[in-house]
Nanobody
């Protein structure tokens, strides 16, 4: 059985930083996409960032501020979030797929088979 668990959320002031971690167990995702999505109160869940072998993808609003990385040996993906803004406040979900993807395919929620429960990020102004 596959489990995906996010950690690292919390409360931070505007301009601060947080690092989210996502550990997967039950199968290896080396060579397959892992990504981050977020859902703000009253809004739909949206794509944030994804990592697929040699490529990374970001939504425009986080480019230059967030960095996704992964440690395949640990089956773990990270999201380093810098220069945080109040609009980054959301429940952040990690997701993993058992199929490869490319381009916009890596940004679709339907691409991902396994999801964590989410970790809350709150950015105060």
């Amino acid at each position: 059985q596959v489990h995906v668990i996010e950690t690292g959320g919390g409360l931070v002031q505007t301009g601060g930083s947080l690092r989210l971690s996502c550990a997967a167990s039950g199968r290896t995702f080396s060579g397959y996409p892992m990504g981050w999505f977020r859902q703000a109160p009253g809004q739909e869940r949206e794509f944030v960032a994804a990592s697929m072998t040699y490529n990374t993808y970001y939504t425009d609003s986080v480019k230059g501020r967030f960095t996704i990385s992964r440690d395949n040996a640990k089956n773990t993906v990270y999201l380093q979030m810098n220069s945080l803004k109040p609009e980054d406040t959301a429940l952040y979900y990690c997701a993993a797929s058992k199929n490869s993807c490319a381009g916009v395919g890596c940004q679709r929620q339907s691409t991902y088979d396994y999801w964590g429960q989410g970790t809350q990020v709150l950015v105060s102004s």
